[in-house]
């Protein structure tokens, strides 16, 4: 598992890490059809971020100004039909304001956004 960690000036941190045991209400809101979503906690700087990939996937964050987030997911060793479902989560600093997902160096759009309560 890996895990990535920035730091900002005012203290506030950004995490974002591939997770293995998936919440049950996370795993209710993931659809299946999609290849790119993004589900928001309701009132809380946490989101998932699920990416379906017929290959292994490495990750890395980049910052861009102060408001911008850039995650890379790169797909490497891609086979024919089989499909796996990978779940990061996403701890936001406040001040960011734009998320963009590179996948394989290209800005892709997220297919699905949507929003879960919290008690996850």
């Not at 659809?31 to 790119?36: N, R």
């Not at 995650?71 to 734009?98: C, E, M, R």
């Not at 800005?107 to 996850?120: A, P």
């Amino acid at each position: 598992m890996t895990i990535f960690l920035l730091t900002a000036c005012n203290s506030s941190t950004l995490s974002f890490s591939e997770i293995e045991i998936v919440p049950d209400k996370v795993q209710k809101a993931i659809d299946g059809k999609y290849t790119l979503q993004k589900i928001n906690v309701v009132d809380k700087d946490i989101s998932y971020v699920v990416f379906q990939s017929k290959g292994t996937v490495t990750s890395d964050l980049e910052t861009q100004g102060d408001n911008t987030l850039i995650i890379k997911l790169d797909v490497t060793n891609q086979q024919v039909n089989a499909i796996k479902q990978h779940v990061y989560k996403l701890t936001l600093d406040p001040d960011l304001d734009t998320i963009d997902i590179h996948i394989n160096g290209k800005s892709t759009t997220i297919d699905n956004v949507t929003g879960i309560k919290e008690g996850y």
